[in-house]
C-alpha cells in the first residue's frame, strides 16, 4: 500500500514524514522528487499474539509512505502540476492533503494567510482541473484514432473518458464515481488526481490544540462532497517528541492534550479510507500481520500470502483474534465451538487467525 503526502509548499509535509519514519534529523530541504520510507503498522493484537507464540520473528504489515515536493504557485495564482509531481503519485492508492493551520510569520505561505478551508477546496479544484484537462486531451486524440483505427480498446475507452469527464464538469472527483472493474482497469495507467481516495491532515501548532475540534467538525460539513476524512495533527510537537521513549512520549502528548499519534491516525485513515483490514497467521516461525481488501475471501487472502495457497485452496481454519484470547488456545476454541472450517468463499474478517490448507 502506497501513500502520498501532497499540498502547497510548506505545510508541513516533511516534518510530518520525519515524524512517521522517526526521523527526526532528516533537514527539511526542498527536493524535487518524492523521498519514500517503508512504515511498520504497530498493531497490539498482534503483538499479544507474539507474546503468546514466541516465535522466531514478528511480521507488522507495512506501508509506504511517499514525500512529494510542495506544490508552487504560478503567478496566474494556479498552482504548478509537474510530470515530476504525477509521476511521484502516479502509483499511490490513496493521497493525503497536507495543510498548514499553524501560525508562523518566519514561514512563508504561498498565498500569504493561514485559511486551512480555502488550501483544501483550492487544492480539490486544481486537482479537479488538472483531470479534467487530462481527459479531455485524451478524448480529443481517442476520437481521432477511432476513425484509424479498428482497436476494440479505443471503443470501449471513449465512453469511460466521457461518463469521467461528465462527473468532473459537476465540479465532482473522481473518487465519488461508480466505475466497474474493466472500467477502472481502463484508467489505470492514467495520471489521474482525483480518483485516489483521499485523505486531509491539518497540521496545528501547540496554541490551538483546544479549538481544533470544533475545526475540523466545521469543514467535515462543508466538504461532504469531497468525501474525505479530515484529521488534525501537531506535526512539531511530534517531531521533538519522536526523539523520546515511546513511554516518555506517551506522558508528554498527554500532558498536551493530544490523544494519539500523527503516525497512528494517518494509518487508521488510510485503512479506512482504502477499505482495508488485518488478518493474522500464528506459529512457531513467525506471527504475522496481512493486510486485505475488506470483501476479500478466504481464498483471495490465501493467494496474499502465496500464489499457491490461492490455487491449491482446499479449506481455512479459522478463529477470531478476540476469541482466542477469551478462551486461551486453538483447543479451548474447538471445544467452545470458535473454531470454525470455512470454505473458499468466506468473507474473512478483521482479526481472523488463519490456517490455510492446501493441496
Ligand atoms: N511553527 C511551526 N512550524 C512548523 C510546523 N510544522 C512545520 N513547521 C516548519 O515549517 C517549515 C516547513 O516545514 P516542512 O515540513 O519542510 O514543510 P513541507 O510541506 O515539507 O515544505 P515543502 O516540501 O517545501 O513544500 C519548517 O521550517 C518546519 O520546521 C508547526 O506546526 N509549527
Ligand atoms: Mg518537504
Known amino acids: 500500500m502506497q501513500i502520498g503526502l501532497v499540498g502547497l509548499q510548506h505545510s508541513g509535509k516533511t516534518t510530518l514524514f520525519n515524524t512517521l519514519s522517526k526521523n527526526s534529523s532528516n533537514p527539511t530541504a526542498v527536493k524535487e522528487e518524492a523521498a519514500v520510507e517503508v512504515v511498520k503498522v504497530p ?28 506544490l508552487k504557485m504560478s503567478d496566474d495564482n494556479k498552482v504548478k502540476i509537474t510530470n515530476i509531481f504525477l509521476n511521484g503519485v502516479k502509483n499511490n492508492d490513496a493521497l493525503f492533503y497536507i495543510i498548514r493551520g499553524f501560525k508562523d510569520d518566519t514561514i512563508m505561505h504561498p498565498m500569504e494567510s493561514i485559511n486551512p478551508l480555502r488550501d483544501i477546496e483550492f487544492l480539490e479544484t486544481e486537482f479537479l482541473l488538472s483531470d479534467m484537462a487530462f481527459l479531455e486531451s485524451r478524448l480529443e486524440k481517442l476520437k481521432k484514432e477511432v476513425l484509424k483505427s479498428k482497436d476494440e480498446k479505443i471503443k470501449k475507452e471513449i465512453p469511460v473518458i466521457e461518463k469521467c469527464l461528465f462527473h468532473c464538469e459537476k465540479e465532482l472527483p473522481l473518487r465519488t464515481i461508480h466505475l466497474d472493474e474493466n472500467e477502472l482497469k481502463l484508467l489505470s495507467g492514467y495520471q489521474l488526481l482525483t480518483i485516489k481516495q483521499l485523505g486531509i491532515a491539518i ?21 461532504e462532497k469531497s468525501n474525505a476524512t479530515i484529521i488534525p495533527f501537531f506535526a512539531k510537537i511530534e517531531l521533538e517528541l519522536c526523539r523520546m521513549s515511546e513511554e ?34 500464528v506459529g512457531e516461525d513467525e506471527c504475522r500481520a496481512w493486510t486485505i481488501k475488506k470483501n476479500y475471501t478466504a481464498q483471495q487472502a490465501a493467494g496474499v500470502i502465496h500464489t499457491d495457497f490461492f490455487n491449491k485452496f482446499i479449506r481455512a481454519e479459522a478463529v477470531h483474534y478476540d476469541d482466542f484470547v477469551k478462551h486461551g488456545s486453538f483447543n479451548k476454541c474447538k471445544e467452545a465451538g470458535a473454531w470454525r472450517l470455512e470454505g473458499k468463499e468466506y468473507i474473512v474478517k478483521d482479526g481472523d487467525i488463519l490456517n490455510i490448507r492446501h493441496s
Do not use: C, W
Open 43 to 70: 498493531d497490539e493484537r498482534l503483538n499479544h499474539l507474539t507474546q503468546i507464540f514466541n516465535p522466531l520473528k514478528q511480521v507488522n504489515a507495512t506501508i509506504e509512505i511517499f514525500d512529494l515536493p510542495g
Open 203 to 223: 497540521n496545528y501548532d501547540e496554541d490551538s490544540i483546544s479549538t481544533v475540534d470544533g475545526d475540523i467538525a466545521q469543514f467535515k460539513s462543508k466538504l
Open 248 to 281: 516518555d512520549q506517551s506522558v508528554f502528548m498527554k500532558d498536551y492534550g493530544i490523544n494519539e499519534s500523527a503516525l497512528s491516525k494517518i494509518l487508521k485513515t488510510s485503512y479506512q479510507i482504502l477499505g482495508l483490514h488485518s488478518f493474522f497467521t
